[in-house]
């Protein structure tokens, strides 16, 4: 793989001088057709790890270019701005993470303006984009709610932890309060839902000051990628045991999964992130040239030549396979 922390950093650096993108790409030199994948924080470890993964090997695959753009930290206004910037430069397609409500009028106008757009990873259903590939986030909720029913019966007093703006994330909740509701009716009180950004230290911050104002706090629920290792983070430093507090999460770094082996995560929910990019890009060109139609329609016509959704699954970590997973992340 390319050296992506200096190519992604230095797409920042074009973005915010107004220049023009020049990103971290796959594929051979001579491609022909060139797509994007746009995120913010651009460079995470969990995207560099996963989900570039994906990225380059579709763009070898079908010997086409595909690039990373996006800023490198969690900044809105310049993930809208590179969304125009590559939007403008007429790719042969773009996919989206869908990290905040604002970037559905940003999307629709790529498409409008004749560039094929879907998203992954976290959808803009409001958009006029072509197709989402991902997790169901809703299922990812209820994954963590019955981690939490199984791993403390008994009930208690819950947070959560996540980025409230984030569309999939509040399906994550939504879910997650139903299911509680549904298999455990009267056992579990949500008594905070907290934005940690995406950002460890913040949610090391929220969770250290839940602790301290709610000593009996039974267990923490994480939906972001970096929610899980603050909230271990802020456990460590308060003096608490493994196993004092119910703890589910999402996937992190390799290192994170020792959290589940050593007691103090009691589920981590993984998605397969080298499928969303992989599949995203693959709709993308499929869109252009699979000819498929609908009712002899084609895409620009109305035709539908690509599914609207796919599901890209889910496996919960826990203490019965977690070894096996360490095990396996070692090839990677």
């Known amino acids: 793989m390319k050296n992506y922390l200096i190519g992604v950093a230095a797409a920042l650096a ?102 094929p757009t879907v998203t992954d990873d976290a959808d803009l259903p409001d958009s006029t984009r072509l197709s989402f590939i991902g997790t169901s986030w809703t299922q990812i909720g209820i994954s963590q709610a019955d981690a939490l029913i199984a791993a403390r019966p008994e009930g208690g007093k819950v947070a959560m932890l996540s980025i409230i703006a984030a569309y999939n994330m509040n399906q994550a909740r939504t879910a997650f309060r139903l299911r509680l509701e549904e298999k455990a009716p009267g056992k579990f009180n949500i008594i905070a839902d907290e934005d940690d950004a995406a950002d460890s230290a913040k949610a090391a911050q929220v969770t250290a000051a839940l602790l301290a104002a709610h000593p009996d706090l039974a267990a923490v629920a994480g939906f972001d990628a970096e929610s899980g290792a603050g909230i271990v983070r802020a456990l460590q430093e308060f003096g608490m045991n493994p196993g004092d507090v119910t703890v ?85």
């Open 14 to 115: 074009m973005l915010t001088s107004g220049a023009q993108a020049q990103e971290t790409e796959f594929g051979p030199d001579d491609a022909t057709e060139v797509y994007y994948w746009i995120s913010n924080m651009s460079n995470l470890p969990l995207f560099v790890t996963y989900d570039y993964v994906g990225l380059e090997k579709i763009a070898n695959e079908l010997g086409i270019k595909v690039r990373v753009a996006g800023p490198t930290n969690f900044d809105l206004p310049a993930f809208i701005a590179a969304v125009d910037q590559v939007c403008a430069q007429n790719p042969a397609g773009v996919s989206i993470v869908g990290w905040d409500p604002s970037l559905t009028e940003p999307a629709s106008a790529c498409l409008a303006a004749g560039v």
């Open 248 to 332: 589910t999460a999402m996937e992190q770094s390799t290192e994170f999964y020792n959290t589940v082996k050593e007691g103090w995560v009691d589920a981590i929910i993984v998605q397969n992130r080298q499928l969303f990019t992989y599949y995203a890009i693959k709709m993308l060109y499929d869109y252009n040239n699979n000819g498929l139609t609908t009712v002899g329609l084609d895409g620009a016509n109305g035709g539908v030549p690509i599914p609207l959704n796919i599901d890209t699954g889910l496996l919960v970590v826990d203490k019965d396979n977690v070894e096996k997973v360490i095990e396996a992340l070692k090839s990677l």
